[in-house]
């Protein structure tokens, strides 16, 4: 799960548990009924999976990084496996592989810095002590000044009914917002807003963002957390030119302020910054205003171009009618590679970030359910695409391209559930599918799994918007029903959940010395099959329900599902 947008939902969100990816519940809770009283297909492999999971984590890997060889040497692993199976290339020009362009930017030499000038008199700023800046990939150097906009929280949304920029001209000016969303709003709804901060200014003519800590911010991913990630290099994919792709290739610098420097962007405005920040505590959006201050911004980056591959296979339907359409199980390949060296480190330092659960377990949960579809007597009646991708870890990159480059009709892909770091150190006995109620997905799901006993809960924690911070809502943001499937939280599974955030999230310690349950990741295998059957042998596909907002906003056209509980409303 992808560090990045850790971050950014930190900045996103208005009121999030104090974790670095989705939190389990307070509350611990003991296993209640042990894992060889669970029930479980004995077509599913334990072992199996282990080895998939040992090969792809060893420390020979190098943590999988995007762009290195031991990611491609995983890349080929896994495209051998398909062949292995007899399940037809579903990559490009007839191969297993689909290979992702993408432009790789890291800081240039010179330092980038800001330089505040207002009523307070002017101000250098320290990049990575007062401000974190991060140049346009599509400059190599910048160094603009502007005056500087007060725009809110920066949402605007028609179809939300928001717009924090009605009456204020930020063409050709810096824009100034809080992080998050109020806290009004529903968590996934004003996550998605939030995604298009960047976008929305680039559209109304600002050329910088600026992003406020709120109080909320601050608790989840302090200033200097986030600087810790100032120098890891970014990645975009290209497109058929080499350009990198950019949502707003209008905003030529953006920046993080301290709250030091916040509050000295706002000497002389209509409104301190400490009220603007005890303002964000309320539920109702932060009105804006245009600030007295003026802000250099100079900075630059250094460029390559690399490729990574995604990898894609298909068990062909066996049904006339419905064989032409596509349901996916993807899971991405990728990790965060080697950790820099620390001053404290010595030569018996293990710094390779393995990435066993993140997400070596679910690629190996993948294959299983490929192994097994692929032996069933009987094949799937819709076709089914598998799709392990590269530049999750980056920002979802290798699914988003995936999504927009898809290697079957765009319109043919019905439905998405995916796989990525399922916790298998306990006798799951429910699963969380992040998305479940924006869709049918939801009682497929449910209807799924029952013979198994495992049950459907819901997102334990809604504040953290995990539904738009996985790689399925890049099918999402095209049009398709999808869901992010993850072990619960029940039988085990807070304190195990707690464990693994603490100490082995994006850290050496995710390796294979944690206390794997091998049957229990059996049955997850079984649990997927059973769900990706499901969907693939239903008279109807997977449909978005009426009147949710994601369906509306991304698929309005689409066919919807009844909601017994009415237009706009949750499932249970």
Same mark, same amino acid.
């Given at each position: 799960?992808?560090?990045?947008?850790?971050?950014?939902?930190?900045?996103?969100?208005?009121?999030?548990?104090?974790?670095?990816?989705?939190?389990?519940?307070?509350?611990?809770?003991?296993?209640?009924?042990?894992?060889?009283?669970?029930?479980?297909?004995?077509?599913?492999?334990?072992?199996?999976?282990?080895?998939?999971?040992?090969?792809?984590?060893?420390?020979?890997?190098?943590?999988?990084?995007?762009?290195?060889?031991?990611?491609?040497?995983?890349?080929?692993?896994?495209?051998?496996?398909?062949?292995?199976?007899?399940?037809?290339?579903?990559?490009?020009?007839?191969?297993?592989?689909?290979?992702?362009?993408?432009?790789?930017?890291?800081?240039?030499?010179?330092?980038? $810095?800001?330089?505040?000038?207002?009523?307070?008199?002017?101000?250098?700023?320290?990049?990575?002590?007062?401000? #974190?800046?991060?140049?346009?990939? #599509?400059?190599?150097?910048?160094?603009?000044?502007?005056?500087?906009?007060?725009?809110?929280?920066?949402?605007?949304?028609?179809?939300?009914?928001?717009?924090?920029?009605?009456?204020?001209?930020?063409?050709?000016?810096?824009?100034?917002?809080?992080?998050?969303?109020?806290?009004?709003?529903?968590?996934?709804?004003?996550?998605?807003?939030?995604?298009?901060?960047?976008?929305?200014?680039?559209?109304?003519?600002?050329?910088?963002?600026?992003?406020?800590?709120?109080?909320?911010?601050?608790?989840?991913?302090?200033?200097?957390?986030?600087?810790?990630?100032?120098?890891?290099?970014?990645?975009?994919?290209?497109?058929?030119?080499?350009?990198?792709?950019?949502?707003?290739?209008?905003?030529?610098?953006?920046?993080?302020?301290?709250?030091?420097?916040?509050?000295?962007?706002?000497?002389?405005?209509?409104?301190?910054?400490?009220?603007?920040?005890?303002?964000?505590?309320?539920?109702?959006?932060?009105?804006?205003?245009?600030?007295?201050?003026?802000?250099?911004?100079?900075?630059?980056?250094?460029?390559?171009?690399?490729?990574?591959?995604?990898?894609?296979?298909?068990?062909?339907?066996?049904?006339?009618?419905?064989?032409?359409?596509?349901?996916?199980?993807?899971?991405?390949?990728?990790?965060?590679?080697?950790?820099?060296?620390?001053?404290?480190?010595?030569?018996?330092?293990?710094?390779?970030?393995?990435?066993?659960?993140?997400?070596?377990?679910?690629?190996?949960?993948?294959?299983?359910?490929?192994?097994?579809?692929?032996?069933?007597?009987?094949?799937?009646?819709?076709?089914?695409?598998?799709?392990?991708?590269?530049?999750?870890?980056?920002?979802?990159?290798?699914?988003?391209?995936?999504?927009?480059?898809?290697?079957?009709?765009?319109?043919?892909?019905?439905?998405?559930?995916? #796989?990525?770091?399922?916790?298998?150190?306990?006798?799951?006995?429910?699963?969380?599918?992040?998305?479940?109620?924006?869709?049918? #997905?939801?009682?497929?799901?449910?209807?799924?799994?029952?013979?198994?006993?495992?049950?459907?809960?819901?997102?334990?924690?809604?504040?953290?918007?995990?539904?738009?911070?996985?790689?399925?809502?890049?099918?999402?943001?095209?049009?398709?029903?999808?869901?992010?499937?993850?072990?619960?939280?029940?039988? $085990?599974?807070?304190?195990?959940?707690?464990?693994?955030?603490?100490?082995?999230?994006?850290?050496?310690?995710?390796?294979?010395?944690?206390?794997?349950?091998?049957?229990?990741?059996?049955?997850?295998?079984?649990?997927?099959?059973?769900?990706?059957?499901?969907?693939?042998?239903?008279?109807?596909?997977?449909?978005?329900?009426?009147?949710?907002?994601?369906?509306?906003?991304?698929?309005?056209?689409?066919?919807?599902?009844?909601?017994?509980?009415?237009?706009?409303?949750?499932?249970?």
């Amino acid at each position: 799960m992808t560090v990045r947008l850790v971050l950014a939902a930190a900045l996103a969100c208005s009121a999030l548990m104090p974790a670095a990816a989705p939190a389990a519940p307070a509350s611990p809770n003991a296993v209640a009924i042990p894992e060889a009283q669970l029930p479980l297909d004995p077509r599913f492999s334990a072992r199996r999976i282990e080895a998939d999971v040992a090969f792809l984590a060893d420390d020979a890997m190098r943590g999988r990084e995007t762009g290195s060889p031991e990611l491609e040497i995983a890349a080929r692993f896994v495209a051998q496996r398909f062949a292995a199976l007899g399940l037809v290339p579903g990559g490009t020009d007839g191969g297993w592989l689909q290979r992702v362009p993408f432009q790789r930017v890291v800081p240039s030499s010179a330092p980038a $810095g800001a330089t505040l000038s207002g009523p307070g008199g002017p101000r250098e700023w320290v990049n990575g002590k007062d401000v #974190l800046i991060t140049t346009s990939r #599509l400059e190599p150097q910048v160094d603009l000044t502007a005056p500087v906009v007060f725009v809110g929280y920066g949402l605007s949304d028609r179809r939300l009914g928001i717009d924090d920029y009605a009456g204020l001209d930020v063409k050709g000016k810096i824009v100034a917002v809080l992080g998050g969303f109020p806290a009004g709003m529903a968590s996934e709804e004003g996550a998605y807003a939030a995604d298009e901060k960047a976008k929305v200014a680039s559209d109304r003519g600002a050329i910088g963002l600026i992003t406020l800590p709120t109080e909320a911010s601050d608790r989840v991913a302090p200033f200097a957390r986030r600087a810790e990630y100032l120098s890891v290099p970014r990645f975009a994919t290209t497109d058929a030119n080499g350009r990198p792709e950019v949502e707003a290739p209008g905003l030529r610098a953006s920046a993080t302020l301290n709250a030091a420097s916040a509050a000295a962007l706002f000497a002389g405005a209509k409104s301190s910054y400490a009220a603007v920040r005890t303002a964000a505590r309320g539920k109702a959006p932060v009105a804006g205003f245009p600030l007295a201050a003026t802000l250099r911004i100079h900075g630059g980056t250094e460029a390559s171009a690399i490729t990574s591959p995604n990898i894609a296979a298909v068990i062909p339907g066996s049904d006339p009618a419905l064989r032409d359409q596509y349901v996916i199980l993807s899971g991405h390949l990728d990790h965060i590679g080697i950790s820099p060296a620390k001053a404290a480190d010595t030569a018996a330092t293990d710094r390779i970030n393995n990435g066993a659960m993140d997400n070596a377990a679910g690629v190996a949960t993948l294959l299983e359910v490929a192994r097994v579809m692929s032996e069933d007597p009987v094949k799937p009646r819709r076709s089914v695409l598998f799709v392990v991708t590269t530049g999750e870890e980056k920002g979802l990159l290798g699914a988003d391209y995936f999504a927009r480059h898809p290697t079957v009709p765009a319109k043919a892909i019905v439905g998405n559930v995916d #796989l990525d770091m399922p916790l298998l150190t306990y006798p799951f006995t429910d699963v969380v599918a992040y998305g479940a109620d924006h869709s049918s #997905l939801g009682a497929i799901t449910a209807a799924a799994l029952a013979p198994m006993k495992v049950s459907l809960s819901p997102d334990p924690t809604p504040e953290e918007s995990i539904f738009v911070r996985s790689d399925h809502y890049m099918f999402v943001k095209q049009g398709v029903p999808a869901v992010f499937l993850s072990t619960g939280r029940a039988n $085990g599974g807070n304190p195990a959940w707690e464990e693994f955030f603490a100490k082995r999230y994006h850290r050496p310690a995710d390796d294979m010395s944690q206390a794997f349950d091998w049957r229990a990741g059996a049955r997850f295998a079984e649990a997927n099959w059973r769900i990706t059957r499901a969907m693939a042998d239903g008279a109807e596909p997977p449909r978005w329900l009426s009147g949710d907002p994601f369906g509306d906003i991304f698929a309005p056209s689409a066919p919807r599902a009844a909601n017994a509980a009415g237009p706009g409303a949750k499932q249970p």
